[in-house]
């Protein structure tokens, strides 16, 4: 069954590169047309200068997107900065499942790799056309994206100096929540931040360049409530706080989207286009507003709202736990037509603590979440019967590269942290098998 719903994806996919390569010149004529008049509001002399007082040609651009950019977004977004004679040179890079952390160094995303398609749009010097490297789902009849390494800012700011940064990303944040539905402020917020003040903070430290930040929040997504995209957006800006803008897409493409997904959050085609056509909109009337060379480097001028406090330290999930526990409740799978674009998913399982063997535990219960998926192949978890004792040895699941993975846990316990087995976490295929 499952190949016959990636071949449906593929499909899907196929139609996007289609409609991508057949309108090509008209897009490239409409861009022109629609933003050459506002261009005139930002001026060659005003392009920025490098750290030796000497004029560049123009300001420099880096979008990160992930899995919703390799719907449409990014290759349009990247399309409409190319045209704009002010830019000098504009880079690309959308990598399926990543989250904010992905593209630091720092662990445990720093050797990290999307499973489930990449695409690169690089300025070349001396060249009007970019050079691409596109592999996602679409390449090819029946073959899966092969695995890359997920491109880090620590060197993208180093090696092209930009000026501004796009980064459109959210919607592997949601499975944070457990049931997609409620927020708990204190314990959302925390977790939230372990993601965001990271990158926001590696964005605006010296030595980087950037002057300006646009964050994209995620459109509307029909698998979590407004509460929880709310609450995601209203974290977001309070950890960017004056070091960037972030745009809220829900107002600018309306939701059900007439080319959706069966997952019910990712879709292609005309509303794909209008999103990433007002999010240009946005971002070049901003920097129309002032020139970009009056602006000096964020690191300079506008640290985040939390720029007082550290990174936030390790958490002590770091710590392991062994125990005897009955298994008491077994959630069912995310369904396959409702995983792809994505290779990988957990699912929940409840077990009664028995005896804790080593560490700290004092729950009665256990949340454990085990692989279901793994480049799409499911695992066996038909072995774990609801009635029986196992000895698990297991850590919590925050900050592992598992965190963010598409979940399913129907226990309704909120209250429970969600662990892994130590055996479980180390198939990551994105660290370990792919590496």
């Keep these: 069954m499952w190949r016959q719903l990636e071949r449906n994806f593929y499909s899907m996919a196929v139609a996007c590169v289609v409609l991508w390569s057949g309108s090509g010149v008209l897009f490239a004529q409409f861009t022109r047309a629609a933003a050459q008049p506002d261009h005139a509001a930002l001026s060659k002399r005003d392009a920025p200068q490098d750290e030796t007082g000497r004029a560049r040609n123009g300001m420099t651009v880096v979008i990160l997107g ?103 990303t959210g919607t592997n944040l949601f499975d944070l929540f457990p049931d997609r539905k409620s927020v708990r402020p204190n314990r959302d917020g925390s977790a939230l931040r372990k993601y965001v003040l990271p990158f926001v903070l ?23 409530s407004k509460i929880v995209q709310d609450f995601v957006v209203d974290q977001v800006r309070a950890d960017l706080g004056k070091a960037g803008t972030v745009i809220d897409s829900r107002t600018l493409v309306s939701y059900p989207y007439h080319h959706m997904e069966p997952d019910h959050e990712h879709f292609l085609g005309t509303d794909m286009d209008e999103w990433a056509d007002k999010v240009f909109a946005m971002i070049q009337q901003d920097l129309s507003s002032q020139p970009l060379t009056s602006l000096k480097p964020l690191c300079e001028s506008a640290p985040p709202a ?130």
């Design 66 to 168: 992930d899995s919703l950019a390799l719907c449409g977004f990014g290759k349009r977004l990247d399309a409409h900065f190319r045209q704009m004679p002010e830019v000098e040179s504009t880079f690309t890079y959308m990598a399926c499942g990543t989250n904010p952390l992905s593209w630091l160094k720092e662990k445990p995303y720093a050797s990290i790799k999307t499973q489930c398609g990449f695409w690169s749009i690089e300025s070349v010097a001396e060249s009007n056309e970019p050079r691409e490297l596109q592999d996602s789902y679409g390449m090819g009849r029946r073959s899966s994206p092969k695995p890359h390494p997920v491109p880090k800012l620590e060197d993208i700011l180093a090696q092209f100096q930009p000026d501004v940064l796009v980064i459109q």
């Design 202 to 224: 590696k964005a605006v430290r010296s030595p980087s360049p950037l002057r300006k930040i646009y964050w994209v929040a995620s459109p509307t997504s029909g698998r979590v």
């Design 306 to 435: 939390a720029a007082e406090l550290t990174t936030p330290s390790e958490s002590p999930a770091e710590q392991t736990v062994s125990v005897t526990a009955r298994l008491v409740f077994k959630s069912k799978p995310v369904p396959l037509d409702q995983l792809l674009p994505y290779q990988e998913s957990l699912v929940g399982f409840v077990y009664d603590i028995k005896k804790v063997l080593a560490g700290q535990y004092t729950a009665q219960q256990i949340l454990v979440m085990h692989p279901a998926h793994i480049r799409l192949a499911r695992q066996p978890l038909r072995k774990y019967r609801v009635g029986r004792t196992y000895k698990l040895q297991v850590r919590q699941l925050e900050g592992t590269p598992w965190d963010t993975i598409k979940r399913k846990d129907d226990s309704g316990l909120l209250d429970l942290e969600p662990y892994i087995r130590l055996e479980d976490e180390s198939k990551y295929p994105g660290e370990n098998r792919a590496n």
